[in-house]
């Protein structure tokens, strides 16, 4: 429970002006010293925690993060163009207690349970938000989350991809918020993350880590340490995974997929952060959720997809590069790794591209048309655009 120790035990120091000087010893040999690298208004919100013996606010953050999980669940078949079913005809409600049973056990979840991250609880409080009716309401929790750990304002993108724009202000105006009222509670912390910490990967840990499956954690694998060769193949292959985002936001916006259209935006976001460790991976439930369900799972590439994923996250391929023993480890995660482990241990930016493409192609669905309509020489009514 390192993480959750650090938000249990930094938080204390935003009332004595330490919070960024705080860091987490570990006994365990060669273990970074972990530090708080969330906004001071994190801290903020982490402060009550403290107040709690260490062991029930332990039980606390663990049921909350179970119930996030199963909301992030819920709320992903939500978003399904069309309600699925068990084969034997059982409602959304069974199909929400399997997938929930069964993504508890996938790598970024588990460990981000083990962890006891944030992740999970942010990010499901920013997707339960969007659902809202009233736009108020469904930016405020994305402006919030935002607040705490920055990542979520990726959401701004999805707001507006679904053309909410109302809602897409009110995220921004409420993170706004977040800023100002940690800027005039505690001016120095705020100033010293904003124009010092907010950058600077080294506090959050080494970018070519196994556990590093954003874009420049792959390419740090490949090529090494060297910005000279890192820099140019990452706005490359950024610029690449951009233009297939957008042609699979495009699709989704035709067919009015609003998961598909959650799913791109968030697995761009990851694939662009400087570190996404493999339990800032949580997007992958609702990857699976749409490859399994969506409007494309009976094509070949949605199958391969939904397999990629399960191998990747459920057979925690990361973990097992991250934890091999003598010089595996250290060519897994040092620069310059071969080939054929440097290449494996970017599991989940290779699942992202295949899903991506998948929604990309999301084949058309096919017009229904009525008997009355043949008759009266009309046909049937055209999807409306997504709102």
């Given at each position: 429970m390192r993480d959750l120790r650090v938000y249990y035990?930094?938080?204390?120091?935003?009332?004595?002006?330490?919070?960024?000087?705080?860091?987490?010893?570990?006994?365990?040999?060669?273990?970074?010293?972990?530090a708080f690298t969330y906004p001071p208004f994190a801290?903020?919100?982490?402060?009550?925690?403290?107040?709690?013996?260490?062991?029930?606010?332990?039980?606390?953050?663990?049921?909350?993060?179970?119930?996030?999980?199963?909301?992030?669940?819920?709320?992903?078949?939500?978003?399904?163009?069309?309600?699925?079913?068990?084969?034997?005809?059982?409602?959304?409600?069974?199909?929400?207690?399997?997938?929930?049973?069964a993504v508890l056990w996938l790598e970024p979840v588990q460990h981000?349970?083990?962890?006891?991250?944030a992740s999970l609880l942010v990010a499901t409080l920013a997707l339960v938000s969007t659902t809202r009716r009233h736009s108020v309401l469904a930016g405020a929790g994305v402006g919030v989350a935002a607040g705490i750990k920055l990542?979520?304002?990726?959401?701004?993108?999805y707001l507006l991809a679904r053309r909410k724009r109302a809602a897409a202000c009110s995220a921004a105006l409420v993170f706004l918020g977040t800023v100002v009222l940690a800027g005039l509670t505690l001016p120095k912390q705020s100033l010293q993350f904003?124009?010092?910490?907010?950058?600077?990967?080294?506090?959050?840990?080494?970018?070519?880590s196994v556990e590093n499956q954003s874009l420049?954690?792959?390419?740090?694998?490949?090529?090494?340490?060297?910005?000279?060769?890192?820099?140019?193949?990452?706005?490359?292959?950024?610029?690449?995974?951009?233009a297939l985002t957008g042609t699979a936001l495009r699709t989704a916006s035709r067919h009015g997929d609003a998961l598909a259209l959650l799913t791109a935006v968030q697995l761009l976001a990851l694939l662009a952060c400087p570190i996404s460790w493999s339990h800032h991976w949580i997007w992958s439930v609702a990857a699976m959720v749409w490859l399994a369900h969506g409007p494309a799972r009976t094509t070949r590439l949605s199958r391969v997809s939904l397999a990629c994923w399960a191998l990747a996250a459920g057979g925690w391929l990361v973990q097992v590069l991250g934890q091999v023993e003598d010089t595996a480890t250290a060519t897994a995660t040092a620069p310059g790794a071969p080939l054929p482990i440097a290449l494996t241990a970017c599991a989940y930016p290779a699942c992202a591209a295949?899903?991506?493409?998948?929604?990309?192609?999301?084949?058309?669905?096919?017009?229904?048309t009525r008997p009355e309509q043949l008759r009266a020489g009309t046909s049937g009514p055209r999807q409306a655009p997504l709102e």
């Open positions: 035990l930094a938080s204390p120091e935003v009332l004595s002006g330490h919070l960024y000087h705080f860091r987490l010893f570990s006994p365990e040999p060669g273990a970074q010293q972990l801290a903020l919100v982490f402060l009550p925690l403290s107040a709690l013996p260490w062991r029930l606010a332990l039980v606390v953050w663990h049921v909350l993060s179970l119930g996030a999980a199963a909301l992030l669940v819920r709320t992903s078949f939500r978003l399904l163009p069309r309600e699925p079913r068990l084969p034997d005809g059982s409602p959304r409600r069974a199909h929400v207690a399997l997938w929930t049973a981000g349970l083990g962890l006891g991250q990542t979520p304002a990726a959401f701004g993108i904003w124009l010092h910490h907010v950058m600077d990967t080294g506090r959050v840990g080494p970018t070519g420049r954690g792959c390419l740090t694998r490949l090529f090494g340490h060297d910005p000279g060769l890192v820099e140019p193949w990452w706005w490359v292959t950024l610029l690449l995974f951009a295949l899903t991506l493409a998948a929604i990309a192609r999301t084949p058309s669905r096919p017009r229904v």
